[in-house]
């Protein structure tokens, strides 16, 4: 086998640098090499979408930890380096710049990838995964912008546009934003608060094309409608980036499957982040894009490899921050079962939306109330 035989992180978010820096937390004293495909050390991601897109921040005060971090925990980062094979008989891994590297312990922090149609494929038309694809959106703002998707990442687009854009229309093809994400209640009152700042929105409605016009980008509608804008942003999803996982054997479904340690199909190999998804004991395989869900695999992994006790699991949580109010929500609620949604308003502020099945509660949205988030995220912990 060649190299060292540690264990090699391959992706540089959120993910692969806890599982890093977990490892050491963790009493492990073998090595660690950190590929990271991007030129970046690891950083916040959740920013891009907010302070970056408005050109307002240093890229340097993103960075989850120096260079000289990396250095003191004795952990070997590596920028722009991309794996392009894993050979599971040999325990290695494959670089573009033709490196190998062998492993005892693989872990896939690949993230995912914006899903961009080839009816996308048009200039000033930005995506926004990565710092650079913040920065590149930030750099050719305009009066008027079309965001294409009303998920939490183009709804917080919208949010940070809205304080330099003159024209901002959301379109989502659902006939709710958020959908899937949050309750009614919960979608119906984010939509307004976007239209009291002068957000619209077109529900309902898919894009057909983007084309370069006269006055700029003219959006084609499926109905045939047309919008103008200077620029566009698109948000309709993400593509887990399991095709290394794939093309080895390694098993996967829309994602790396993983078991509730995160270990995958090959037991020497697990992955954390926006690449796993799980197969619950009852057959159900489930996935959700957090910070909060990656930095748990994270610590779940680092601690199944140091071999110390693996930390309780917590309730899923997510956040976002829109019009410098925070949405918090903790649980998740599962498609095939059927939940009451109670909507009320505390006296110190905000909403929330209490979402129970029978007598127990699976999940709780709170927006712009963190102590009514904290009473029910004690609850969900004890229930679970």
Not at 223 to 242: K, M, Q, S
Request: charged share 25%.
């Amino acid at each position: 086998m060649a190299g060292q035989q540690g264990v090699v992180i391959v992706g540089g978010g959120q993910g692969g640098a806890e599982t890093a820096f977990g490892l050491r937390a963790k009493g492990y004293d073998g090595s660690i090499t950190l590929l990271c495909a991007e030129t970046h050390l690891p950083y916040s991601r959740p920013p891009l979408s907010k302070g970056v897109l408005e050109g307002g921040v240093d890229p340097k005060s993103l960075l989850l930890r120096s260079a000289n971090a990396y250095a003191a925990k004795q952990i070997n980062v590596q920028l722009g380096v991309r794996v392009t094979v894993i050979d599971r008989s040999t325990r290695t891994v494959a670089t573009d710049s033709g490196e190998s590297l062998g492993f005892e312990f693989l872990v896939l922090a690949t993230g995912a990838e914006a899903i961009r149609p080839a009816w996308a494929d048009a200039p000033r038309v930005h995506s926004i995964r990565t710092l650079d694809d913040a920065q590149a959106a930030s750099a050719c703002l305009g009066e008027r912008a079309v965001v294409i998707g009303g998920s939490f990442l183009g709804l917080e687009a919208a949010s940070s546009l809205s304080k330099t854009v003159d024209s901002i229309t959301v379109v989502e093809s659902a006939e709710q934003v958020l959908p899937g994400r949050v309750s009614l209640h919960t979608s119906e009152r984010v939509r307004r608060m976007h239209e009291e700042r002068g957000v619209q929105f077109i529900l309902g409605e898919g894009v057909k094309t983007i084309r370069p016009g006269a006055n700029g980008l003219e959006v084609e509608l499926r109905t045939g409608a047309y919008l103008e804008a200077d620029f566009a942003v698109l948000a309709i999803g993400a593509r887990p980036r399991d095709e290394l996982a794939s093309e080895c054997g390694i098993e996967t479904s829309r994602g790396v499957l993983v078991d509730a340690q995160c270990r995958t199909s090959d037991p020497h190999v697990y992955a954390v982040g926006d690449v796993a998804v799980e197969r619950r004991d009852n057959g159900t395989i489930f996935g959700i894009e957090s910070v909060a869900s990656a930095m748990a695999q994270a610590r779940t992994v680092a601690a199944v490899i140091a071999g110390v006790d693996i930390p309780l699991r917590r309730p899923e949580t997510f956040w976002s921050e829109q019009f410098g109010t925070e949405l918090r929500i903790a649980g998740v609620v599962d498609a095939a079962h059927t939940v009451v949604d109670r909507f009320y308003e505390p006296s110190d502020g905000g909403f929330v939306v209490r979402r129970t099945r029978g007598e127990a509660l699976v999940a709780i949205e709170a927006f712009g109330n963190p102590r009514e988030f904290a009473l029910g995220l004690r609850e969900l912990t004890t229930i679970h």
